[in-house]
């Protein structure tokens, strides 16, 4: 089974509120949001511990937010993101300016 985690970024949210797990036959696929990038990072840490071993970020984290958690998890998990310059849900603006 190919544990990974997609882990969103916005005001407001709890990570133990907005989380699921979307199974199949050969995936679980965890979904968690966060509001700040210091539980992005700690959940991030979670899902390693669980075993997932890909994790994708949504386009709200800006690239200090996607550095912060590639430190977070080593260099043995793949970190993806999602990438907006600028997200149209947060004014235009980067995760960077918002969740730091």
Known sequence: ????????????????????????????????????????EEIAKEMVAKGCTAIELCAGFGNEGIARIKRAVGDNISVGAVKFDYHPAFGFKSGDEMFA
């Open 1 to 40: 089974m190919f544990e990974c985690a997609f882990i969103y970024v916005a005001a407001g949210l709890d990570p133990e509120k907005q989380r699921a797990v979307i199974p199949s036959d050969e995936i679980n696929m965890n979904v968690i949001g966060c509001s700040t990038y210091a539980q992005a």
